[in-house]
């Protein structure tokens, strides 16, 4: 049974919502992602909602009144069946529909389910972290009984029930103790009976009184007697008197019997007489025709005459005719095989004509056209075909390189033609050298100015106006010196200038007053300045021609640098091309000798040379076609003579009946049907002959059979003529009247003893013995007695009573009483506690009967179950589980023989061991009902390595088995386990 779909309308968190499911799915969710509350569901529609006053969570919606769902399952005997449970009475309102359209109700579910339960199903099919979690709290030796009931049912109310009928036993009774309920009542009933007898005993009139009542109950019963003897003397009488004329009449019918005397007549001889003869009447009747029926039939078979060579030859004959088919077909095969033959020949012409093959065909045999031959010659192929485009590569590469070494040497010669001559350098050379000298004079003109300065400002060092126009003119000389230094010649000499005319305006301005001796001091300076000036003008360059100079050196020496580094790539080009030409060379050795090898291949196989060196591959295609077709037209010419010697062993033993056939020019398949025809004509008249021969016989026997019954009927004729003692027919119909008449008086003989045989007195032997009819006297004096015998009675039961109330008064008066109603009461009550305490030894009695009955059945199947799940899951650490009958204690043995109980293991160890009989238990019980298994986190504990042989084992039961497997989890590393794309189901 697979459950293939889900479909909530609406329960718990989920409404409209729609689930597809997989023989071994994996339902992942976080907490709270809905998980038990899928599980519920699937519970509930199977089984029914939980009731209200269950523990149960009945999971109805919040938001929606639509409560239920609808799933689909696949059972193999019913098909696609669909169960749909809504609201509605107490368990919900439940729909069944089957693939063929019937719809039922919970009736038909039932039948589907197989009558499982709700609770077996969880206990058997459902796994959850809560049996293992059992399997913690459960200690000592109990974990072992513990396992045990778990391997039966699934879960510990085996064990569970045991215990608890052990405990309410003792609670009511123990052989030695004295706190339990029956032995407390026991001790107080004998401390009961004990004051009972002593308050008897203070009665001092009681005893009398009961000894009085003893004696008029003795009397009683005799006097009750004698009235049943009398009653019983007066009922015999007058039986007597109403058999009386029946025993008369059965005395006078014997007398008559006595008259007829003896005599010996068959029973029913008249009838049985009678029948023989009109039986003797009719065979005599049908003797007749037979006769006239078997002499007809032999005049017949005297004109029927059979050829025995034919019919003796009758199997021969059929198996030639039967064959007739296959010679035809063998004969159509021949024509087949030598068209067939022909086409052939055309293709190996065709192929011989394409190869341009130049041997002979029978050659072919002796050819080596293997597999390693093929891929040898694919090989070589291949390496022709590396070959032709590494050819293609190296032309390639010879053009582009060819090319690249043109473009270089054409590059670098256009670099050296625009390289500067020697001319034009060394006057760009000198220019430069100009300029040097320019900043030279400029560097002294600017020291002069300095000196010139310094003595003007020490001459008007209070006027602030000159200290400033000192540190101004400070700032232009530092301006102009770091322009110097940094190659800004013309802007140098501009602020240089404007700072010399300034300088002189002012001298002639403002310091015309100044002292002689200061312009004696400065009269060297100012000549050589003039000097300097003068050599400066004389100077004919610009700051342009400078420039221009600086920039044409400047770029021949970048010219000259990329000159250099071209000429070393133009070198590199021309190596490349040299190991070019030397490829060149090392690829035609190698082509050389892959086409001395296609050639002597191609020569091996009677090939051109041509078609040996372009055309190999496609030769070996076609030589490997042209030895198929070859082998071919041998093997068909084989058949070819292999059905020629048939047919000729086969018209061999057709010549055999040559008698037969008139004209030998008819073909085999003409004489073949002139033997069918002859074979059935004749077959056709030994049938007829045989029907004859045995209607013959039918006759025969038919007459014979007749004779005999004549024969018969005459003798038992003769036998009733014996039997009557007679001899004629009229003498045997006289003794059979004497006969009715005697036994006319039999039958009513008969019917008197019937009705005396109804009466139960005893009934006299002899005719003398016979008493008389009672008169009613008798009766009168019988009736009296008996009315006297009452009265004594009844005096007798006045005297009874009087005795029994006196010792009711006794009884009723003080302690005794009390003593005596209380000592019944607590009888009551311990035979009310001993009939508790059988119930709980009666369901122990059938519970150890049943469990006795499972371990010698069913559960030596389960623990080899299990032992095998429980030796997978530890990776052979544990190779076997078994269990002691006597104690019922299960035992797991290491595989180093070492036997341990289920307590001694680790925790891990034993949910495991609890694992392997829940499956084992489940898997066996899914062979006769065939449900999914439900997992919801149940291997949580389990180390990676045996939780990987855990999910192993689940995924061989669910292919081995046909198991549906749904494992509910919120942990991410069970995901790896299942198909991703469509096991997986992501809550």
Known sequence: MIIKELVIYGYGKFEQYHLKLQPFSLIYGKNEAGKSTIMSFIHSILFGFPLKQQSELRYEPKTSS?????????????????IERVKGKAIGDVTVKLEDGTIGDEELLQVILGGMEKSTYQSIYSFDIHGLQNVQKVKGEELGKFLFSTSAIGTEQIMETDQFLDKEMDKLFKPNGSRPDINKQIAKMKVLDNQLKDAKRKIINYETLLQNLTNTDNQLEAKRKQMADIQQEIFEKKE??????????????????????????????????????????????????????????????????VDERITENKEPIQFIVEDLPNYRQEAGKLKELAVQINQIEDELLQIKTKLHYQGDLEAIKQFDLSFAKKDQIMELVKKQSHLDERKRELEKNENELGQKLKQQKSFVNELARSRLNEKERLHLENVLKQEQEINEIESELKWIDSQLSQLQNKQSIKKSGKTALQFVFGCICIITLALFWFDYWQIALGILSASVLFSLVLVITGWRKASDATIKMNEPLILKKRQLEKKYDEIQITSEDIEQAREKLNKDQLIAKQEEIENIRLEQLERQFDELVASFEHWENETRAINDELLEMGRSYFLPDYMAKHHLMECFTLLEQLKTRWNEKQRMSQQIEHLKMIQTEKEAILSKYDWLFHASSQNYEERVLLLKTELNKQLELEKIQAEKLAKQQELVNQIATCKAELKQVEQEINVLFQQANVETEAQFYLVGEKNEKRNELLNEFELVNKQLAHSN?????????????????????????????????????????????????????????????????????????????????????????????????????????????????????????????????????????????????SQATGEQLYISLRFALAVLSHKQNPYPFIIDDGFVHFDEDRRDQMMYLLKEISAESGVQILFFTCHNIFKSYFDRQHSVVFL
């Open 761 to 905: 007195l005893n009934l006299p032997d002899g005719m003398n013995l016979i008493p008389s009819y009672v008169d009613e006297t008798t009766f009168t004096e019988l009736n009296r007695i008996k009315e006297a015998i009452g009265k004594e009675i009844e005096q007798l039961e006045k005297e009874r009573v009087s005795i029994r109330h006196e010792i009711t008064l006794i009884e009723e008066g003080g302690t005794y009483t009390e003593l005596l109603h209380q000592f019944h009461q607590e009888k009551y009550e311990l035979e009310e506690m001993a009939r508790t305490w059988a119930v709980f030894q009666t369901a122990k009695y059938v519970l150890q009967k049943g469990m006795e009955k499972y371990k010698v059945e069913r559960l030596p199947k389960v623990l080899l179950q299990a032992s095998k799940y429980f030796s997978f899951i530890t990776d052979g650490a544990y190779k076997q589980i078994f269990l002691d009958q006597e104690s019922d204690q299960l035992f797991v043995e290491r595989k180093d023989g070492m036997l341990f109980t289920p307590n001694e293991v």
């Open 66 to 82: 639509k409560y239920g769902g609808r799933i689909v399952l696949e059972d193999p005997d019913w098909g696609i069946v669909q």
């Open 240 to 305: 007597w008197n109403r058999i009386y004329p029946l025993f008369m009449q059965r005395k006078n019918l014997e007398e008559k019997l006595t008259e007829l005397g003896e005599f010996q007549f068959p029973s029913n001889g008249i009838t049985r007489y009678e029948k023989l003869a009109a039986e003797l009447r009719t065979i005599k009747k049908r003797l007749v025709p037979l006769n006239e029926q078997l002499e007809e039939i032999t005049k017949e078979l005297e004109t029927i005459e």
